[in-house]
């Protein structure tokens, strides 16, 4: 795994929030596209050390079915307060799966020239 550093400093984030209308005007000229946002994103992210995989996608699901476990356990052991913490966690790591999905291309397909994973 290749380890990234932060997209932009500190310092770059603080200009770039603090001036909201360049980052509507960066965000224009990326868009000059047949591409929505979303599309360009994904786009962007695609094949990068630090754009998503579906492994990642799997971690998030595995994350959220252990979150559901676990709030079934503490439910029947009566500890309502942490399964409520699970059942909040594992919504959150599902819909973080979900939006790590729509970023990435369907399962199945792929560029001619990609390695095929073997089946799991």
């Known amino acids: 795994m290749t380890d990234t550093g932060p997209a932009l400093s500190a310092a770059e984030w603080t200009g770039v929030l603090t001036h909201r209308d360049k980052l509507a005007a960066i965000r224009e000229q990326l868009l000059d596209t047949p591409f929505s946002g979303h599309a360009v994103a994904a786009l962007l992210l695609y094949d990068q050390p ?71």
């Open 50 to 120: 630090y754009g998503f995989t579906q492994e990642d996608v799997e971690d998030e699901v595995q994350v959220a079915d252990y979150c559901a476990a676990m709030t079934r356990e503490r439910e029947a052991g009566g500890d309502h307060a942490t399964a409520g913490t699970f059942k909040m966690l594992g919504e959150r790591h599902r819909i973080r799966a979900r939006k790590i999905a729509a970023l990435l291309p369907p399962p199945g397909v792929a560029s001619a020239d990609a390695p095929q994973r073997p089946p799991i």
